[in-house]
């Protein structure tokens, strides 16, 4: 009978029947009996967003601070599953915030991976580290930013996480903001005081990758936040001349139209159509005369 209780309660749990969890617990079914992944009563609640069923078995004394076999608590599978319900349940009862996965990401890193306002919201209340960084040295806005995750690094900027922070071994947030294709994720670090013009080690600039890339939305945001159009670098290359090396004609239009100087000369003393000419680039050829 107990082992049936077990099942039923286990059921209950991943369905979200509050009734079958409570007639389950009633039959004698263990609150915090654990599955072979190590997932308990708790955790399939967390993980399918059910947060009166987390409810109920908080109240019959359900242990928060257990971990699965892969190491998460109930929490941290709540924010996997973007159940700001849940989270918002767990924190209540005293969930900690600042518990970490075995790859040293909290609940709010977790959750800016994926999810949108409504899952962050509750971690954002419970006033967390917003600049803690996971064992890769990430923070939860670079998270956001890895997965063009615009809804939740908005939320983590209008909180006030640092838009300057990023790990030792990975891009400035612009940078990456722009190999994820997000002009508006460039826009929105624009806004909160992000380097949206600071060089790399070889003098290339965000508007550099941008124009190599021919991402013309990056670039007109780019535009519209000021940065240096005419800056070279450690080799006397503009955005410019980047663009027309690169083919991507429709960036040398955008740039053009941004009074990029057509005259300037990289350290070999080629301007952009120098550069332009021999790769037979007509129209960006036609635009740069």
């Not at 399939?44 to 019959?60: E, N, P, S, T, W």
Request: hydrophobic fraction near 45%; charge should be negative.
């Amino acid at each position: 009978m107990a082992e049936d209780a077990n099942l039923a309660l286990a059921s209950a749990a991943r369905s979200g029947d509050v009734a079958a969890a409570a007639k389950a617990i009633e039959a004698g079914a263990e609150i915090n009996r654990a599955d072979f992944s190590g997932d308990t009563p708790l955790m399939r609640a967390a993980h399918q967003g059910h947060g009166q069923v987390a409810q109920l078995l908080l109240a019959k004394g359900a242990q928060m601070e257990l971990r699965d076999s892969s190491g998460d608590t109930a929490l941290l599978d709540a924010a996997r599953a973007c159940a700001g319900g849940v989270e918002q349940v767990l924190l209540k009862a005293g969930a900690v915030a600042t518990d970490l996965d075995p790859y040293g990401a909290n609940a709010l890193m977790l959750t800016a991976d994926r999810c949108g306002e409504g899952a962050l919201k509750p971690l954002l209340e419970a006033a967390p580290q917003l600049d803690a960084r996971d064992e890769r040295g990430r923070t939860a806005l670079w998270r956001a930013i890895d997965h063009a995750n615009l809804a939740a690094a908005e939320a983590l900027l209008t909180a006030g996480a640092d838009p300057r922070l990023a790990p030792s071994d990975g891009p400035d947030p612009v940078w990456h903001a722009i190999n994820r294709g997000g002009s508006g994720l460039v826009a929105l670090l624009a806004r909160h005081g992000a380097a949206i013009d600071k060089p790399d080690e070889t003098g290339d600039t965000p508007l550099m990758l941008a124009a190599r890339m021919g991402d013309v939305a990056v670039i007109g945001q780019l535009l519209k936040s000021g940065v240096d159009l005419n800056r070279q670098n450690k080799l006397g290359l503009t955005a410019l001349m980047l663009a027309a090396a690169a083919g991507k004609c429709d960036a040398v239009a955008a740039l053009l139209a941004g009074h990029a100087d057509r005259g300037l000369r990289d350290t070999r003393k080629e301007s952009a159509l120098d550069i332009a000419k021999p790769l037979g680039l007509v129209d960006c050829i036609s635009r740069l005369k």
